[in-house]
């Protein structure tokens, strides 16, 4: 596979393609989350992320908040969901280690079409009332320009990520990526300057673009800058259906995250050894 | 024999009454009770009837990504959805976001708005469901507003909360008056114990009845198809809820 | 299969669930066009349509405005390609039988972008400088609030048509429609009130929603409002890669088009005798 | 034995040159000869380059929908795209709507204005293509601007095009000076003729260089896998202009 320029050979080596302070998008659980790729982040020592959820994020943001990867945080929400709390973002954020953009679930998603179709905002309704709006700066309220009587509406400036990352089942020969329904990676990927993903395995014998049924389900090499393989790399978490999550592992997590201590003991014991071992 | 009637049955059934008439009801994250409440009423349905939960595979009819239940509500398609709050007050607004000290550093934290700030304005039938009743959640006035009870502002809102369920009783939204009212209570509580337990003021009829349950035909219903259902997204709630259909 | 509500029993009981004044869009030649049920709305007389193209359209516009039943058509194009010219469609135009609202192709995506998400308006880059915009009163210019210096940018007020029209290989059994990568097609049925389509064929050993692969060429059936089943219900146009246009029939319709009688004795010809038959 | 160079073949490497250095280019409906210049320089370009071919299930790289292309050439995506029109003036304006008359009762009616008042703003090496070299098509000014040509007004504007080029010239465009000027005629053509046959002023040099022919090698490429490529799309043009490769 040593012809695909653009496969990289390590998840580190892609990991050190994120430069400090970029602007990162990432997905929600359910879209398949880069979690060895966070790992890797975590042993670059990148900072100053501006880390974008789509729309909301749980164990990603909370193990890169805690790393001290995270300068800003823009999200609907910071959920371990059943497993507990994300002890590390509360604690970063109580100290004053991160400022939070609270967002809305479906402006995230509006902005980031902004940023899609490069234009500069996009309206959207709902939101107006919420203090949301009062403790953002950088969302307007206009008047409807085409309403005939007062109708105010908020804009969202667009969401222009400098990097997506996420992590897809597979890339194909010419690295277009599987992504299945998961149409918001699209969206992340379109709007970003460029797209890092990792996938469980490169299929030399698969062109998803030779037919309608597969291209439905694919995100055009065009806007991937690089893929690494990683085995299960959403391990501890779960990819889509094709392998659940690690539920004693996200409770062990949430168990030693309770404090700085068992935070770094995690780091140590979980996300360094890895690299060693390369 | 039966098993008495267990307050998930309750709360499961009492939803599905309020869903009835709707033809696609969604469902957020960490909402097993509202979930299989759908279930049932799309179960005791007449007409097609679409129920969206989210995380399923199998009760999942979006296939444009996150942004589409969103859109959906905007146009109309979602005619019922659920929103809970760390804080509720009785003017129906809800805190999703921290309570105490100052934003953002509040002395709480919960996970953020997600939808909410949207979902609120455009869904004619929210449902506001949040299980503990009490005067740490029912408020006078919510600390942060993640999305505002219905106001007369002005502001484009075709939807907006119907009524608030909770472990003691239903109270349905007003919309003229702009404030609750006790409109059931279920068995076993008391409207004492809905005002001692309650932070905020509501109107209150002189007989406030009692929640209606399930007959026995629809309790079977919950405890097979619909516990069996909702378990694959809920694996562990049914586990614990209904055992004998884990 | 009549136990599926969604299924009409003919493109013609399909095609009389379009109103008189209906603002109905429809796709592009390469997104699978519903000819068939276009000749079922001229043998049902319908009247004073809005026809949407999305973004362009060719025989069949060409064939509805001949036939007199559109009064209005907004397109970025009108065109047979390499067939000819449409010259029923110039004809109307001439004499001012039907009012065009000439666009461009991102506008009309954009516009239906904005009614899928029903956000009153959608800005888009470009346009401003062009005759499009003087010709339109409905496209306004605003100053783009999050600019520092001056920055024109064009509003252009959703689109949500009636209903979408088109033709797709196949529903399954519960009404999912299979389209492939035709992306716009979701646009178009999610911006419309409703969605008729006509496919190729039901088929009931199909959950499209079963798995990411099938799911991800989906158009659910909540948007659909009817389906009927038209064997090569594209005719005499393509569908897709599945069956290829028919050049000899489409040159045969050019050379009849070219006189009004050459028009009408091509629906006594073609388009009214299967409405005979059935 | 060569052939002697075509009219289309020249037209095709002309473009494959222009093109040299694009990521990504992408070709609109109706257009065999842009496809294959664009094709061409993908055959020969160094890095990995991808093209569009409207049309083409081989050659595309979208699986968004119609409004992809569009979408990536706002984002940058789209390094050239070609343009044509029934008429074009001296400041680059393009009319594909109508000519004659009043509008939209014109004399003239051509198909409508397609994605040029979009992408003529945004894709920066925009080729206006038009084959036909006539007073005609090359008018003082256009009757309608369907996307008017660069203009020091203050609009959003990355984008916009480098030059003209038809049977008889290829004449780059000067942002700056806001105007054509002729930088190479074909072979067998001459200055004057394109003079006679345009209805616009433009700028001329002293000596004006004859446009670069393919080298054999290039000549064998493009009657070949270029022709074949293209073929997908374009069955009939490949059938009357290479018929050995149809």
């Known amino acids: 596979m040593t012809e695909h320029q653009w496969l990289e050979p390590t998840v580190d080596s892609l990991a050190?393609?994120?430069?400090?302070?970029?602007?990162v998008a990432v997905p929600a659980d359910y879209s398949g989350i880069a979690m060895e790729l966070t790992r890797a982040l975590i042993r670059a020592g990148v900072r100053d992320l501006h880390l974008v959820a789509v729309p909301v994020t749980g164990l990603q943001g909370e193990m890169l908040i805690g790393a001290g990867c995270v300068k800003t945080i823009e999200t609907s929400a910071v959920t371990l969901g059943e497993y507990g709390?994300?002890?590390?973002?509360?604690?970063?954020?109580?100290?004053?280690?991160?400022?939070?953009?609270?967002?809305?679930?479906?402006?995230?998603?509006?902005?980031?079409?902004?940023?899609?179709?490069?234009?500069?905002?996009?309206?959207?309704?709902?939101?107006?009332?919420?203090?949301?709006?009062?403790?953002?700066?950088?969302?307007?309220?206009?008047?409807?320009?085409?309403?005939?009587?007062?109708?105010?509406?908020?804009?969202?400036p667009a969401l222009k990520p400098d990097i997506a990352i996420f992590h897809a089942p597979y890339a194909d020969a010419d690295g277009n990526v599987f992504i299945g329904r998961r149409r918001e990676l699209v969206t992340m990927a379109?709007?970003?300057r460029t797209t890092l993903v990792t996938v469980e395995e490169v299929r030399d014998d698969v062109d998803l673009m030779s037919s309608e049924e597969t291209a439905a389900g694919a995100l055009p090499a065009l806007y991937v800058g690089a893929v690494a393989v990683?085995?299960?790399?959403?391990?501890?978490?779960?990819?889509?259906?094709?392998?659940?999550?690690?539920?004693?592992?996200?409770?062990?997590?949430?168990?030693?995250?309770?404090s700085p201590e068992g935070f770094q003991r995690y780091l140590a014991d979980v996300v360094y050894p890895r690299h060693a071992a390369e | 024999m039966t098993q008495a009637i267990s307050r998930q049955e309750l709360l499961i059934f009492t939803i599905s009454r309020l869903l009835e008439g709707c033809r696609h009801?969604?469902?957020?994250?960490?909402?097993?009770?509202?979930?299989?409440?759908?279930?049932?009423?799309?179960?005791?349905?007449?007409?097609?009837?679409?129920?969206?939960?989210?995380?399923?595979?199998?009760?999942?009819?979006?296939?444009?990504?996150?942004?589409?239940?969103?859109?959906?509500?905007?146009?109309?398609?979602?005619?019922?959805?659920?929103?809970?709050?760390?804080q509720i007050d009785g003017h129906a607004n809800i805190n999703l976001?921290?309570?105490?000290?100052?934003?953002?550093?509040?002395?709480?934290?919960?996970?953020?708005?997600?939808?909410?700030?949207?979902?609120?304005?455009?869904?004619?039938?929210?449902?506001?469901?949040?299980?503990?009743?009490?005067?740490?959640?029912?408020?006078?006035?919510?600390?942060?507003i993640s999305a505002p009870g219905p106001r007369n502002d002005g502001v484009y809102r075709p939807g907006g909360p119907i009524?608030?369920?909770?472990?003691?009783?239903?109270?349905?939204?007003?919309?003229?008056?702009?404030?609750?009212?006790?409109?059931?209570?279920?068995?076993?509580?008391s409207v004492e114990e809905v005002r001692d337990n309650t932070g905020f003021d509501f109107d209150c009829p002189t007989n406030v009845p009692e929640t209606p349950v399930p007959d026995p035909a629809i309790l079977e219903l919950i405890r097979t198809r619909i516990a069996r259902a909702i378990g694959e997204t809920y694996p562990r709630f049914v586990k614990q809820v209904f055992p004998a259909a884990a």
């Open chain 1, 190 to 192: 379109q709007a970003s």
């Open chain 1, 85 to 156: 709390t994300a002890v590390r973002f509360l604690d970063a954020l109580k100290n004053g280690r991160i400022a939070i953009k609270d967002a809305t679930c479906p402006a995230i998603h509006a902005a980031l079409q902004a940023g899609q179709k490069d234009i500069p905002f996009m309206p959207l309704r709902g939101i107006i009332g919420s203090d949301l709006l009062a403790k953002r700066g950088d969302w307007k309220v206009i008047e409807n320009p085409f309403a005939t009587g007062p109708d105010p509406i908020v804009l969202l």
């Open chain 2, 25 to 86: 009801v969604a469902v957020g994250a960490s909402s097993p009770i509202p979930g299989a409440g759908a279930l049932l009423c799309q179960a005791r349905a007449r007409q097609r009837m679409f129920v969206t939960v989210l995380g399923s595979t199998r009760h999942n009819f979006t296939t444009n990504g996150g942004v589409e239940l969103f859109d959906m509500a905007a146009q109309g398609r979602v005619d019922a959805f659920f929103l809970g709050g760390g």
């Open chain 1, 230 to 258: 990683a085995p299960r790399g959403a391990w501890p978490l779960n990819l889509w259906d094709r392998y659940p999550v690690d539920e004693a592992h996200i409770r062990q997590y949430c168990e030693m995250a309770r």
């Open chain 1, 16 to 23: 050190r393609l994120v430069p400090h302070g970029a602007m």
């Open chain 2, 97 to 144: 976001v921290g309570a105490g000290g100052a934003y953002p550093q509040t002395q709480v934290r919960w996970p953020g708005s997600f939808g909410s700030a949207y979902l609120y304005y455009l869904v004619p039938r929210v449902i506001l469901f949040r299980e503990e009743h009490s005067r740490r959640v029912m408020v006078p006035q919510v600390d942060f």
């Open chain 2, 163 to 189: 009524g608030l369920l909770t472990n003691l009783c239903w109270f349905a939204f007003d919309r003229q008056r702009l404030r609750f009212r006790l409109d059931s209570v279920h068995p076993g509580h």
